[in-house]
């Protein structure tokens, strides 16, 4: 998803348009493939230190010490890191931009740093994960918007990074509600590994509850988008009302009654089913633009 979205906001938001950009065809596939490797590195430290929850809470899942050593495993994390990292590198200097080499660093330590540490606080984990999800769509408006800004683009430079910011706000809002979803649903394996997750600090069922409460926040954000930018467009109106606000107001209605794990998975589900079309709205607004 990463990946897809990346491309989408090359392809489908700015270059449709003209906007002046820095990275041709071979840039963004690098941009790609440094933000992915870095992910797919904290994917695999993140399993490392979550084998003993993962027993309990999805044995049937288990990757490390079972299809792959956890020595293998650490040796992944470092090769992915340094991939990432040093694709990052090379990226920043093809640009002319080397500063933003140390936006590959710090997202690999916050990573890390996420899945020995913070993951285990309340609340911070959550939100420091989604907005390193967020971070993974500005990051192609920092390389593609920033460096090639000038008097006379100025201000359509810094409409279509607010397109981006908006879009990695949506981002950040869905993750952290999954991230909840998620913590509900993991609970007694979290508990056991002596986590202190929302749901462990005031309980399942209230935090089942604040979190139907949060899911009203990016509900009402898209509604108001829909009534204010959209309402003239009908096939963005149908698109985000069929693919967003329906499943959102679906999810809200789930998690009230949710009981048991298998409805918090098919709620962690949903939030990735409107993740998903959320990105792929891109592809609509050119429409919403040119009309």
């Known amino acids: 998803m990463i990946a897809l979205v990346q491309f989408l906001i090359k392809y489908a938001l700015l270059e449709p348009f003209g906007v002046q950009v820095s990275l041709d065809a071979l ?86 740093i996420y899945s020995t540490y913070l993951k285990s606080i309340i609340l911070i984990g959550n939100i420091v994960i989604s907005a390193l999800v967020a971070l993974s769509i500005i990051i192609v408006g920092v390389f593609e918007l920033l460096p090639s800004i000038s008097p006379n683009n100025q201000q359509t430079q810094l409409i279509f990074f607010k ?80 693919f967003i606000v329906g499943p959102l107001v679906y999810i809200i209605i789930k998690t009230f009654g949710a009981t048991t794990k298998k409805d918090m998975h098919h709620i962690s589900i949903m939030y990735k089913f409107v993740m998903l079309f959320g990105m792929l709205s891109l592809l609509l607004y050119k429409f919403v633009i040119l009309k």
């Open 27 to 112: 840039g963004i596939t690098l941009l790609v493939i440094a933000t992915v490797c870095i992910a797919a590195a904290g994917n695999i430290i993140n399993d490392i230190n979550d084998v003993e929850t993962d027993f309990i809470n999805k044995p049937h899942k288990i990757v490390i010490g079972k299809s792959i050593s956890e020595k293998t495993a650490y040796n992944l994390f470092i090769l992915f890191n340094l991939l990432g990292v040093g694709v990052g590198f090379y990226l920043s200097h093809r640009i002319n931009r080397a500063p933003f080499f140390s936006i590959f660093v710090i997202i690999s330590i916050l990573l890390y």
């Open 163 to 242: 397109v981006i910011l908006d879009y990695s706000l949506f981002a950040f809002a869905i993750n952290l509600l999954r991230e909840i979803v998620k913590d509900i649903e993991d609970i007694d394996g979290d508990y056991k590994a002596g986590l202190n997750t929302l749901p462990i600090a005031i309980g399942r069922e209230r935090a089942k509850y604040i979190l139907s409460v949060l899911s009203f926040i990016p509900l009402a954000a898209i509604i108001h988008y829909i009534i204010s930018d959209l309402y003239k467009q009908p096939l963005a109106v149908s698109y985000f009302l069929i």
